[in-house]
């Protein structure tokens, strides 16, 4: 017999971050994803929405409550079926990971992965991650942000749906503790190049490690770079750590951690 492709809705709930809040009727998102703006429609060309005022800003997550602990916490956005975020759950079960994927069949995916294990210490969520990170995350709550082959949108007219922009690692940045890492990897040397520009642009993070990468093990290998090692196409990958105060001295680096992409 063939393997559920996923558990009932109500055996994922406890695996599950339901986003508590709505656009409200009435409004839209920017073209960004991070403001609200009045109307539903998108502006022409040369047309500014209205900034939508006087809407109720969403609580921010809060981690012991969703956790039921307060281990440290790590975030996958693009987590697709999560085949990261379940063998770091497993490896290390003393950091609690969050994963957002805004495709729903795969983040129910995701979290069945989860359930079947009773890996009590992965929530997901389906959502825009840009969106999450922006209003939901509190600021400096977090030990890691990783982000792994992220969508390359090869089309011109295509590119600004790309989720590396200087306004995402600026959450990125927001979101992270002083000495908190955002780990990034990708087999499109171009999209490499963009993302590493734009994370240096910014002067919040030093660069750890930053290159083409041989070592990662098969077990540690997501979906996407399974097939892309498969085709034979070079992997980059590099790690940025958050600046601040106490990066020194006050958190233990992931990078010290066992392997992990
Ligand atoms: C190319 S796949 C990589 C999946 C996985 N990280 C891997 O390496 O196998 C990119 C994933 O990111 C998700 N994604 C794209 N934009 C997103 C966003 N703004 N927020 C959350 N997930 C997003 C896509 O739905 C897709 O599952």
């Known amino acids: 017999m063939r393997k559920p492709r996923r558990l009932?809705?109500?055996?994922?709930?406890?695996?599950?971050?339901r986003m508590p809040w709505r656009v409200p009727r009435g409004c839209r998102l920017?073209?960004?994803?991070?403001a609200l703006v009045a109307g539903e429609r998108t502006p022409k060309q040369g047309e500014s929405?209205?900034?939508a005022s006087g809407i109720e800003r969403p609580a921010p997550i809060d981690w012991t409550a969703l956790f039921g602990n307060d281990h440290p916490v790590e975030i996958e956005v693009g987590m697709g079926k999560g085949q990261f975020l379940v063998m770091a759950a497993l490896q290390r079960p003393e950091v609690n990971f969050f994963g957002i994927e805004v495709v729903r069949k795969y983040q129910l995916y995701a979290a069945t992965r989860c359930a079947i294990r009773q890996l009590r210490n992965v929530r997901t969520a389906c959502a825009d991650a840009r969106w999450v990170l922006h209003f939901f995350v509190p600021g400096a709550s977090?030990?890691?942000?990783?982000?792994?082959?992220?969508?390359?949108?090869?089309?011109?007219?295509?590119?600004?749906r790309r989720l590396f922009t200087a306004e995402f690692v600026q959450d990125?940045?927001?979101?992270?503790?002083?000495?908190?890492?955002?780990?990034?990897?990708?087999?499109?040397?171009?999209?490499?190049a963009l993302m590493c520009e734009t994370v240096q642009a910014g002067g919040a993070f030093e660069t750890v490690q930053c290159g083409q990468d041989v070592t990662t093990p098969p077990e540690w290998q997501t979906n996407f770079e399974k097939k892309a090692r498969a085709r034979g196409s070079p992997i980059w990958r590099a790690v940025f750590r958050r600046r601040g105060a106490d990066a020194e001295s006050g958190v233990k680096s992931i990078s010290e951690s066992p392997p992990a992409p």
């Open 172 to 192: 990125v940045a927001r979101v992270l503790r002083p000495g908190g890492e955002l780990r990034i990897a990708t087999d499109v040397e171009e999209y490499f």
């Open 49 to 51: 929405g209205r900034a």
């Open 8 to 17: 009932p809705l109500e055996q994922l709930a406890e695996y599950e971050w």
């Open 142 to 160: 977090v030990q890691a942000v990783h982000v792994y082959f992220p969508d390359p949108w090869w089309k011109a007219r295509h590119q600004k």
């Open 30 to 34: 920017d073209e960004r994803g991070l």
